[in-house]
């Protein structure tokens, strides 16, 4: 049964930084494809960035130069580095994985994900 549980949201004034993990159970992140997702308050479900086993990355117009995606393979985890955080940046975000990997780049496609995480609450103020 895969399991991501993702951990590191909360509070945050702008300018700030904080750091989620998506810890993975039944599920390998290292071969395939790996997302962040985020939900505000009567919006969509969007992407925000996304990684493959290659390395390759896809990130969200809104968030490039300030979020970076990552994984530690021998922890199972993926990560997301978020800098300089905007008061847009406030919502709920998931963790999502995929059992394939597309190309050239992941995609930032809600429905190519089927495992999610609960998600963790980013607020800033």
């Known amino acids: 049964q895969v399991q991501l549980v993702e951990s590191g949201g909360g509070s945050v004034q702008a300018g700030g930084s904080l750091r989620l993990s998506c810890t993975a159970s039944g599920f390998t992140l290292e071969r395939d494809d790996v997302g962040w997702f985020r939900q505000a308050p009567g919006k969509e479900r969007e992407g925000v960035a996304a990684l493959d086993s290659g390395g390759r990355t896809n990130y969200a117009n809104g968030v490039k130069g300030r979020f970076t995606i990552s994984k530690d393979n021998a922890e199972n985890t993926l990560y997301l580095q978020m800098n300089m955080l905007k008061p847009e940046d406030t919502a709920m975000y998931y963790c999502?994985?995929?059992?394939?990997?597309?190309?050239?780049?992941?995609?930032?496609?809600?429905?190519?994900?089927?495992?999610w995480g609960q998600g963790t609450q980013v607020t800033v103020s």
């Open positions: 999502a994985a995929t059992r394939g990997m597309a190309w050239p780049v992941p995609p930032l496609v809600r429905n190519w994900y089927g495992y």
